[in-house]
């Protein structure tokens, strides 16, 4: 199956029956409807098709297809005519039930048994982690598994996070291999659907100018950040609590992103010779302790505060649902190395946290600085600009928001003097292409009705995601949790994991140096 980053988005071809378990929940109203829509908009979906949402609340065909509009109406990211509004959810059906009695897979099954349900089943697990396995279980014990080789197909996506920690990531693939084969499970990381984050791949290897500099000879650091504005949002801190920052985003999107911008070249784009590399680099892939585990981790959890408009934040602590003594994180930074000849010795930072400055998610390659000083760099901020030592080149993939690939260099500054200031080359998604970028379960639902499954992660890879995290795990007692003030960039003492490194957190630098408004006399420069 070809890479589904470049093949055409084409019409799913198989009659589906997608049957959404958790369709009360937030995932499926404000993601998972709004995507299948979009779908159905671009007159991708299959004919027929039919999506049955399951869940416990008393809600009918009616209440559900209501509810589902209004999610239509408030997260589509497409203008919508409400006549196809309607259409659209004229498909859809409800199902109430509860995953851990058997009684409600039989009832499901004499449903799905009608002549209108098409044959081929996709079950999305959009539900809370510790009910995976029962579901599966269930769902095979109901005879609803069909074997890979009958002629319809069964397909189940799981959610994540995909286990606890290692041992249990372990014992979920095993029990879910149990009742499915390996084809028919899509473990979804909806970071791998973004279209900036499949550009990684393209970026790296459509262009032969950057791959001779990315590696240890040229790059002096990587930083990989995820921040977020939000704190606990409604309903999820009895989840959030048990999870935190490191399993939350840190064992699956952040090394996903690591993977990209670090993994070797495939031989081809199949699905398998994608992941095959992805499993080499994190096997490569190290907490970098030099003393003890604090040089290479920090956790925090954020304090209460006000926010700009003076509001009051409620700290972690605080929010609904969080234990108040709990020792959960809400931020996490990690110092990696990769223990590979391409990357050794280059240190590898990663960053993500709820309630910082900014919504961001991005990749920084820093290179060496050039090895004469020759000229001076000048850097201004607010309209006061400083002479400084020559800045090192930065590539930075900005996933979201402001969507691009950036170059900072040094470009000679007009003035009598030779002196230097950090240009941006940038491509933005928005000033080359005016229209909104597919939501990432747009395209991977599609992938999952066409059974490409070069997007999901791989059991493998999932142990070896857990095999980087493992360590801090084990190690929770050393690495207390610091407070920090909402609305800023997390963790101060994150900023030790930079011992030795030419740089630090990059914090938005990038947008007020290119974005100033330079007052220094170009006459004294
Ligand atoms: N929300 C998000 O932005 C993201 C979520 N995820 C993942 O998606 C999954 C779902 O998350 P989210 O939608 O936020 O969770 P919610 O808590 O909002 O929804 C959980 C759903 O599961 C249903 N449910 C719970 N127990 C049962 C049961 N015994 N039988 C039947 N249905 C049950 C609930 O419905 P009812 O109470 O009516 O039974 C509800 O519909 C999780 O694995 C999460 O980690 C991943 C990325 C982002
Ligand atoms: O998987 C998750 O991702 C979201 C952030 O996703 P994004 O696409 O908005 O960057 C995060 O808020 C959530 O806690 C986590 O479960």
């Not at 869940?55 to 589509?76: G, L, P, V």
């Not at 994608?274 to 680099?281: G, Q």
């Not at 900072?408 to 005016?434: A, H, L």
């Not at 900023?495 to 004294?524: H, I, P, Q, T, Y």
Request: net charge negative.
């Amino acid at each position: 199956m070809l890479f589904s980053g470049f093949s055409e988005q084409i019409r799913a071809h198989d009659p589906a029956t997608i049957v959404i378990f958790g369709a009360s929940g937030d995932l499926t109203h404000r993601k998972l409807i709004p995507a299948l829509f979009v779908a159905y908009m671009q007159d991708l979906l299959p004919e027929p098709f039919r999506i049955v949402g399951f869940a416990r609340r008393d809600y009918d065909d009616e209440i559900f297809r209501d509810m589902m509009e209004d999610s239509i109406r408030n997260f589509t990211r497409l203008p919508a005519a409400e006549e196809t509004i309607r259409r659209f959810v004229e498909h859809l059906y409800y199902h109430k039930g509860d995953l851990s009695s058997p009684d409600s897979y039989a009832a499901l099954k004499d449903r799905l048994a009608g002549a209108a349900y098409p044959e081929n089943h996709l079950f999305y697990l959009s539900i809370i982690p510790d009910l995976f396995h029962t579901t599966v279980h269930n769902l095979q014990k109901a005879g609803m598994i069909r074997d890979p080789e009958e002629e319809h197909w069964t397909r189940v996506v799981i959610e994540k996070p995909f286990g606890k920690d290692l041992e249990s990531a372990i014992a979920l693939n095993k029990e879910l291999l149990e009742h499915l084969d390996e084809t028919q499970i899509y473990r979804i990381d909806h970071y791998l659907g973004k279209e900036t984050v499949q550009n990684i791949l393209s970026f790296r290897f459509a262009n032969a100018i950057f791959e001779p500099v990315f590696n240890r000879s040229y790059v002096d650091h990587i930083q990989i950040t995820a921040s977020e504005t939000v704190g606990m949002e409604k309903g999820r801190g009895g989840y959030y609590d048990e999870y935190g920052a490191l399993r939350d985003m840190v064992t699956n999107h952040l090394l996903q992103l690591l993977c990209l911008v670090t993994m070797e070249a495939p031989g081809d784009l199949s699905a398998e010779s994608i992941r095959n590399e992805k499993v080499k680099l994190l096997n490569a892939t190290k907490l970098d302790i030099r003393e003890d585990i604090t040089d290479a981790v920090c956790r925090g959890q954020y304090a209460e505060g006000v926010d700009s408009d003076g509001n009051k934040i409620k700290g972690y602590l605080q929010e609904d649902r969080i234990d108040p003594q709990s020792d959960t994180d809400s931020f996490a930074a990690l110092r990696l190395s990769i223990n590979n000849w391409r990357w050794a010795g280059v240190p590898i930072l990663l960053r993500t946290g709820k309630r910082m400055a900014r919504k961001t998610t991005e990749i920084a390659v820093q290179f060496k600085v050039p090895p004469l000083q020759l000229f001076q760099q000048v850097e201004c901020e607010d309209d006061v600009c400083d002479i400084t030592r020559i800045k090192p080149n930065t590539l930075i993939f900005r996933i979201q928001p402001d969507e691009g690939i950036f170059l900072k260099v040094g470009t000679k500054r007009p003035g009598m003097r030779f002196v230097v200031e950090d240009v941006d080359m940038d491509f933005s998604y928005s000033g080359k292409w005016n229209q909104s970028l597919p939501e990432a379960y747009e395209r991977l639902l599609l992938d999952t009705l066409h059974g490409d499954s070069t997007l999901f992660t791989r059991s493998d890879e999932v142990a070896a995601e857990w095999r980087v995290v493992q360590p801090i795990l084990d190690n929770l007692e050393l690495l207390k949790p610091f407070a920090y003030p909402p609305g800023e960039w997390g963790v101060k003492e994150s900023d030790e994991l930079f011992l030795g490194v030419e740089g630090f957190w990059r914090n938005g630098r990038m947008e007020k140096v290119s974005g100033s408004n330079v007052a220094l006399d170009s006459a004294n420069l």
